[in-house]
């Protein structure tokens, strides 16, 4: 059935093919179930808290860049006939075994830390959107843990069953989608997005990098001898927006998954263009529509508004910042002092401190009540948990490929099994490991291991591209024209993972310093080991 689809679609025009190559799509939209996650969700809230709709722009080139890397991996994977000549196989033979290793390492870290936040968000959206504030929190990870692994095994068979889950990720993705665009209709509905600033944002403005967006300028004037504060303040949570986007878009899990994916539903060579439709149908439009509809929806509600649904919690974080510029020993105030402080605050600051407090899906969904009335919370709550159900199944899907590849037996069912169960179980502890100190004793190495590692792993394909011992005469033919852009998105990749480390070794958490200085170490050795590697197994 799907050879006679596929050739129809070779025989078609633009959109007949379109139409065949969206029925046999599948690679893709796994990816977009990763990255229609926990992050992109915090990400788009605050994108739409702090800039409005003037980076609606943001994220949809950021994923571009990281669709051009995805498109790399995919023709590599597509080249080769033979099972050895896996991509992780290639790296080890043709680039580096430690950069292929730690590619390898790099992901099962990523997996088990972040499907414990994907659980802890599904459990959000259970306790905080639909109704179960009063079940127990073990309760719902362990019904979670049972219907996530449930669905794995039968993903691990063969057959019909893997066929349902590919159809479950796509309807889990849909859903996604669907709900937050959905309470988009709703507010053009009601009249309560500003169509100017709308499209003005789809223009790329990279000045946001060194100074705040327009809407602050009346605010930040009315704040006296602290407008600079804030005006640094602001410019610096949105440089850190803007290149968090660039890095995290396309995570170092989702490298490696992709050519798992593809060789699980058999494609080969000439399924190439195919490969690429998929990513384009199934990651980048579903991502842009995701993203951009949560980005509409917080920024009709927060951005710039001084009398926005706020957390006292984030108000405090924010206001806090501002006060300790005042007050050097703010810190060892007693709770009695700093409550006197912050009432006495200046009524400017205060209301910079609502508009730039972070949101969750919570108070987005109480903001939106006015426009969707009871619905709010249940569209949210459905949303979130299908965000958070199909990021678990493909963090599991992930580790499952990466432990049975350690062992040299990729998609080796009992391997794979064994692989998956253990962010499962990561995840059923998550009111344990997502909290507190446990939270930032695992999170903390974990992102600085992906970030360090997500350059290099798009490094080890730019290489690989550019392989004639690896590629032999399947090395692109436009290679000056390929080469330009898997540069540049690897110069983006580049610039975004430095920008982060320097972050936390700027911090003045000793444990954020330490893993900061490991990384801005670890990334030049890594890369130096990759190239020399590479130039000496060319020439021999």
């Known amino acids: 059935m799907q050879n006679e689809i596929f050739q129809k679609a070779q025989q078609a025009n633009f959109f007949g093919k379109l139409y065949h190559y969206t029925r046999l799509s599948g690679p893709g939209w796994v990816q977009a179930a990763v990255t229609l996650g926990g992050g992109t969700l915090v990400g788009a809230l605050y994108l739409g808290v702090v800039g409005g709709y003037q980076f609606l722009w943001l994220q949809p080139l950021a994923m571009l860049c990281g669709i051009i890397m995805l498109s790399a991996i995919s023709y590599v994977t597509l080249s080769k006939d033979k099972l050895e000549d896996r991509p992780f196989e290639l790296a080890k033979k043709h680039v580096s075994p430690m950069l292929a290793w730690g590619w390898l390492i790099a992901t099962i870290i990523a997996d088990v830390v972040f499907c414990a936040a994907q659980f802890a968000l599904g459990a959000d959206a259970i306790q905080g959107n639909l109704g179960g504030a009063n079940l127990p929190p073990f309760l719902i990870t362990g019904v979670l843990f049972v219907v996530a692994f449930s669905l794995i095994y039968l993903f691990s068979g063969e057959g019909r069953a893997a066929k349902i889950i590919d159809t479950l990720i796509k309807g889990l993705v849909a ?48 704040a006296g001898a602290y407008g600079d504060f804030w005006n640094n303040y602001i410019s610096e949570s949105q440089r850190n927006i ?12 989702m490298t490696f998954l992709l050519p798992y994916s593809l060789m699980k539903k058999g494609w080969e060579k000439k399924h190439r263009e195919l490969s690429r439709f998929d990513l384009v149908l199934g990651l980048l439009i579903p991502f842009i529509l995701g993203a951009s509809a949560l980005i509409i929806s917080t920024a009709s509600q927060f951005h710039a508004k001084k009398d926005g649904f706020v957390s006292e919690a984030a108000y405090h974080q924010v206001l806090d910042a501002r006060l300790k510029a005042e007050y050097p020993d703010f810190n060892s105030f007693s709770a009695d002092k700093v409550a006197q402080i912050r009432q006495a605050a200046p009524q400017a600051d205060k209301d910079l401190s609502v508009m730039l407090a972070k949101r969750n899906a919570n108070d987005l969904a109480n903001a939106l009540q006015p426009f969707l009335g009871n619905w709010s919370q249940l569209i949210f709550g459905i949303g979130i948990l299908a965000m958070a159900l199909s990021t678990m199944l493909v963090h599991m899907m992930m580790n499952g490929y990466a432990v049975s590849e350690a062992f040299g037996q990729p998609g080796q069912r009992k391997l794979f099994l064994i692989g998956a169960i253990i962010p499962a179980i990561a995840g059923f502890f998550s009111p344990l490991l997502w909290n507190g100190a446990a939270k930032t004793a695992l999170a903390v190495p974990a992102s600085v291991i992906a970030t360090t590692l997500l350059p290099i792993a798009y490094l080890m394909f730019l290489l690989l591209m550019n392989s ?50 490991v990384g801005l170490v670890g990334l030049p050795i890594l890369a130096a080991v990759g190239v020399i590697g590479f130039m000496r197994r060319e020439a021999v």
């Open 242 to 253: 803007i290149i968090g986007a660039f890095g995290t878009a396309v995570g170092i899990n």
């Open 175 to 222: 859903t996604i989608v669907l709900a937050f665009m959905g309470v988009v209709v709703v507010l053009i509905w009601n009249n309560a997005i500003q169509w100017g600033e709308l499209l003005g944002g789809l223009i790329p403005d990279f000045s946001a990098l060194f100074k705040p967006t327009d809407s602050y300028t009346p605010s930040i004037a009315a």
């Open 468 to 517: 004639k011992k690896a590629l032999g005469e399947e090395l692109p033919t436009n290679r000056l024209f390929v080469n330009g852009l898997m540069i540049f998105a690897t110069g983006i990749a580049t610039f975004a993972s430095v920008w982060a480390l320097l972050g936390k070794y700027q911090s003045a958490n000793i444990y954020d310093h330490q893993f900061g200085l």
